[in-house]
C-alpha cells in the first residue's frame, strides 16, 4: 500500500529557479491537499483539491501553483523561488466526507538560497 | 492568521505528570481530528471527534469536543516519554470539507 507518495524527499533551489513538487495518492480519494510547515510550527494551508479539474486557494497561496488533472496525482508549481519559500511541505489526500482521516506523504524539504 | 488556536506552544513535563493541550476557534467545526506528528514525518490520525460535547478515550488520551463545536482539549494521563511529539488538531469545514490545523503544540517528555 503506497498510501500518499511524495517527490523529492529534498530540494535546494536558487533564488528566482521554479520547480514542481509530485503527489500521488493510489487510495481514490476526492480531496487533496498541500501545505507547508516551518520549523516547529503547524501546517498551513497552500491549495486544496475537491476532485479532478478543480482547485481552491487555501490560507498561503502566494508564489504557488497548482493543477488537478487526475484524481491521482496533485502537482504543486513554485515560480521564481524565494527564500521565504524554504520549508517543508506536505500532501496530504482524503476521501472527503466529514470527519474522514487524512493521509500525509513523507514531506518534501526544500531550501532557496 | 490562523483559523485554530492551540495552547500551550510547548509543554515539558515529567514522566508520569499528566498534561491537557487547548484547541480554540471562532468557527463552528462539523468535526475536529487530533493528529501527532514525530520529527521527519507527516501527521497521523489519532482521534476524529465529530458530536458537540463527545467525549473520546484512547488508552491514556482523552479527547474532548465543546459543545458549541468550536474547541476541542487533549488530555494525557501518566504521560510517558513515546508521547513526545507535536499535536495538531484540525478542523473540517462545514461548506467544503477543507481541513485546517492548528500552529500545534510541542510535547516533551522527560524520562
Known amino acids: 500500500n503506497a498510501g500518499v507518495t511524495q517527490t523529492p524527499k529534498f530540494r535546494i533551489l536558487k533564488i528566482g529557479q521554479s520547480m514542481t513538487l509530485q503527489c500521488a495518492q493510489d487510495?481514490?480519494?476526492?480531496?487533496m491537499y498541500w501545505y507547508r510547515q516551518d520549523p516547529g510550527m503547524g501546517l498551513k494551508l497552500i491549495y486544496y483539491s475537491v476532485g479532478a479539474g478543480i482547485t481552491d486557494k487555501g490560507e498561503v497561496p502566494n508564489g504557488y501553483n497548482v493543477s488537478r488533472s487526475t484524481t491521482e496525482d496533485f502537482p504543486l508549481r513554485l515560480e521564481l523561488a524565494a527564500p521565504s519559500q524554504t520549508s517543508v511541505y506536505f500532501c496530504?489526500?482524503?476521501?472527503?466526507?466529514?470527519?474522514?482521516?487524512?493521509?500525509f506523504g513523507q514531506g518534501t524539504r526544500l531550501t532557496v538560497v | 492568521t490562523q483559523l485554530l488556536e492551540q495552547s500551550p506552544q510547548f509543554l515539558s513535563i515529567q514522566e508520569g505528570e499528566n498534561l491537557t493541550v487547548y484547541c480554540n476557534s471562532s468557527?463552528?467545526?462539523?468535526?475536529l481530528q487530533w493528529y501527532r506528528q514525530e520529527p521527519g514525518e507527516g501527521p497521523v490520525l489519532l482521534v476524529t471527534v465529530v458530536t458537540g460535547g463527545e467525549v473520546k478515550k484512547l488508552k491514556r488520551l482523552t479527547f474532548q469536543f465543546g459543545d458549541a463545536r468550536k474547541d476541542s482539549s487533549l488530555h494525557i494521563t501518566a504521560a510517558q516519554p513515546g508521547d513526545t511529539g507535536l499535536y495538531l488538531c484540525a478542523g473540517d469545514g462545514w461548506a467544503d470539507y477543507k481541513l485546517s490545523f492548528g500552529a500545534g503544540t510541542t510535547v516533551t517528555v522527560r524520562a
Open positions: 487510495m481514490n480519494h476526492n480531496y
Open positions: 496530504a489526500s482524503s476521501p472527503g466526507t466529514p470527519g474522514t482521516e487524512a493521509f
Open positions: 468557527s463552528v467545526f462539523s468535526s
